[in-house]
């Protein structure tokens, strides 16, 4: 245990958590792990024992905003009353989309962290990627099994919404565009994808 009397864990949190303040304050690229041990008290080796640089720092504040955002969207698919499937899916992409556009404009050096480890493809964004995909899959296949939208690969379903609305919520397409109340236009988009799936 450190001499801070934190555990291993708390203190990597703290970490996180002291990242995520000093980009607010200083930007993204001028944080570094010496004024993060300087501020938490802790030598810089200590930090090293949880990230091997700045890079991994950053990767560990943008995993633990998309395990939020994962943790977020699970809510669309747990909920399984008949007939409304096809609203979950709207709204699905909906606060996806919110998701960004709030992280944009409220903590635009958060998001630039989350945009460097995104364009270099991570594990963890990776993962989040597949996570997407199987939420998307269950609110697809409920949709299918209550009769909504006809019997086809769900797969495919998933491929042509995710690749259809994707200047929605991928990084860089959202930022270029924050200034913009473009969620009336997703919906229209979203309604005409459906309607082209309907039975």
Not at 54 to 72: G, P
Request: glycine letters at 4%; aromatic letters at 8%; proline letters at 3%.
């Amino acid at each position: 245990m450190p001499r801070t009397g934190l555990t291993s864990e708390q203190l990597k949190d703290k970490a996180i958590d002291c990242a995520i303040a000093q980009m607010q304050v200083v930007g993204f690229s001028r944080v570094t792990l010496s004024d993060i041990a300087k501020s938490l008290g802790v030598s810089h080796a200590a930090l090293y024992g949880h990230f091997a640089d700045k890079a991994a720092l950053f990767d560990a504040v943008s995993q633990r905003w998309l395990a939020q955002v994962d943790s977020e969207q699970e809510a669309f698919c747990t909920e399984k009353k008949s007939g409304d499937a096809l609203k979950r899916l709207v709204q699905w992409f909906i606060q996806l989309h919110r998701m960004k556009v709030q992280k944009v404009k409220h903590e635009p050096e958060l998001f630039k962290a989350f945009n460097y480890s995104a364009q270099a493809e991570k594990p963890f964004v990776k993962k989040h990627m597949a996570t997407m995909h199987r939420q998307l899959s269950t609110i697809v296949s409920q949709a299918i099994d209550s009769g909504l939208i006809k019997k086809q690969n769900v797969d495919a379903v998933v491929a042509l919404l995710f690749e259809a609305t994707i200047g929605f919520h991928h990084p860089a397409l959202v930022a270029t565009s924050v200034d913009e109340n473009r969620e009336p236009m997703l919906r229209k988009l979203l309604d005409t994808l459906i309607d082209g799936l309907r039975v």
